[in-house]
């Protein structure tokens, strides 16, 4: 191709996607809807996906079996009143009293309530005996999620009350009290992050948004895009004019891109103003990253727009692919969560590195030499695809 | 001689899959000419129009537009030519201003020239006081004439019209026709036009090619393609008769000057007849059954009547029963996906 053609190339090409823009832009329903969608997106996931502080009012049925031991019922008494402390001064649980075992399964099948616990009828006399104190927790195997974090916070709250007795027991064998914890639990764990500061599901989250509304856009917006024009038949008007086959795709992708990073944009502002999100490394990396994540569905977006000839197609397919994309490529869900096939499926798909580095970027404030391997693979990834996206678009414009 | 031709198609076939579109067609179109390519839907117009215009290729066969290959030199020919399309080429949107720059940029009309010549084309069509509104606002006959304005923006010699008065009313028909002619007068623009309507042919076009199936069947001037019909001799009444009667009818079929009589409803009767006497035997004839004639018109044979004679059927019986008798149900994907490439 000569410099001029070159040149016309660029400037139709830019022509196309000014035009494809100011079109985004006069659709005003259009507009409100590629910023609310990200909007959405944050808020579903963010407050539904559970997390330890934000279990609240759960409520849970109180059964005191407890008969006492020569007429002192303490151990209960001090167990009840401590988990009654915590229920009023949290929102975590609502304490209901229930009579039996029975009730509570009752309780839990009607949907009263999501949990009971049980202090035995030897509690008291077992504890002062010497021996261990049963503490029976009723779950809702149907609210499996639910029921597994809520027997890890109560395990926490009766770990505590236990310690408590047990140093209270040594001191009364003669350790000394400043020691006493140290003896009963010898390990103190500790959790810290790498990154210091709060860390939320959002942090966790919006980096792999940003990537799938970026991909999004890339993917299913060109072939959309070009059906459209295809249907309403205004792309002849472009190909009957003496311009390069090549400047309307470059065209078309100019403005998916433009709107890709705009609402990219968007996101990262919605998410660091209102969800408390903290970016911990460069503005830039992200925003180079954002590009290579176009780069390398572009191609993918191209071939699969030469495929399809109308819109309803383009759609169709979109969406099948888009769905395990967004479900497989850790965005919503840790990869290590997954099973070892789903693992090696996560591996192949080009949005993976793209949420994985953006995370590491954004949450761990990683630079850019930390993420070489998900950069190699993504420009690999484009490179390919555009290569194979070229002639294959080249050919399906001219049948 | 050969300086004349503007567009040469050589054997030009198109197949999609194992259905041909287009079957070996060839004629010439001379410069600033207006030729018609009439025939009814599916007969491959569309398609005809659409390998001269660059956007499908051949399947086999070539064209040259002003000597350039279609193929080949594809892009000089898209210097040369303006697609008025069936559907209109207008992006709803933006203005219709906005529409024209876009389009003109394609075509490297430097700035200033294009802005002049979309002020120009915009008063030629009378939409100057809409230059800033958005198309999707527009009437059907203004977007019809932004259309067709639109392919007139690189000046181009050769003008391809796909039905360019499809849906539009009566008046805006009328527009849209006068411009047509006004466009091949001033320009002396070469132009390209499909039509199913044979009075649009006959009132535009210096010659016209019938096509049915994907070929030619008959390529003329309306004059001459309507003597196909009819010799000299020939003679078309239609007469208005308020007490007509079925015995009327047969005796004039009867008549041996009289080839055909189509009733047209109650009272109007059509006789296709030959000869000299033929006028005076067919007045005596509904004068002897005492028939009360109203009115007696004598007609010019049609272009519907030459595709009659041609093809054997009526434009309108092969439009709708073509499509499910050869191709069932499959046909309207094919014709879906040939719209798109």
Redesign the interface.
Known sequence: MSRMGAK?MIS?SF?IAW?DL??VF??RMGLVLLILMPIFMMVMVGYIYPSDNSLSNVTVALVNEDVGYGGYTNASSTLIAILENANNSTDLMTLTTASSFDEVREMIQRGDVDAGIIISSDFTSSIMNGQQGTITLVTDQSNLQMSSMLQAVLQEVFDQLGTGLAQQNVQSLGVDPSNSLAVVQPYNVQTEGAIEGDFSYFDFVAPGIIAMTVMMSVMTGLPVAI?EE?????L????????SRLSVILGKTLAQIGRGLLQGLIIIVIAVSFFGVTIHGSILLVFALLLLCVFSFVGLGIVLTSFT??QETATMLMTTIMFPMMFLSGVFFPIEQMPWFMQTLSNVLPLTYVTGALRKVMVLGADISMITTELAILIGFGTVMIAIAVPVFKRAM?? | MENDVMIELKNLTKKFNDFTAVDHISFDVKKSEVFGLLGPNGAGKTTIIRML?????PTEGTATIGGYDIVKQD??V??L???V???????D??TAK?NLR??G????IPKNTLNERIGELLELVQLTKWKDS?VGTFSTGMRQRMNVV?ALL?MPKVLFLDEPTLGLDPQSTVEVREFIKKINKENKTTIILTTHMMNEADRLCDRIGIIDNGQITALDTSTNLKKLVSGDDATVLKLEIPNLTKKMVTKMESLDCVKSVAQENASHIKIHATGDKAFDAIIDAVRAENAKINSIEKLQPTLEDVFLHITGREVRDKADTKIPVKHGPGHRGFR??RR??
């Open positions: 016309n139709h022509r035009k100011l079109e006069r659709n059906s295809r249907e309403s038949g205004t002849d008007g472009m190909m009957v004019a003496p311009i000839k109308d001219t049948s | 215009s660059t956007l499908t290729r892009n000089k898209r210097q030519i303006g697609l399309s069936e559907k209109m080429i207008m992006y949107r933006l906005e876009f389009f940029k394609l075509y490297n958005k639109r690189n879906q996906r798109v490439r």
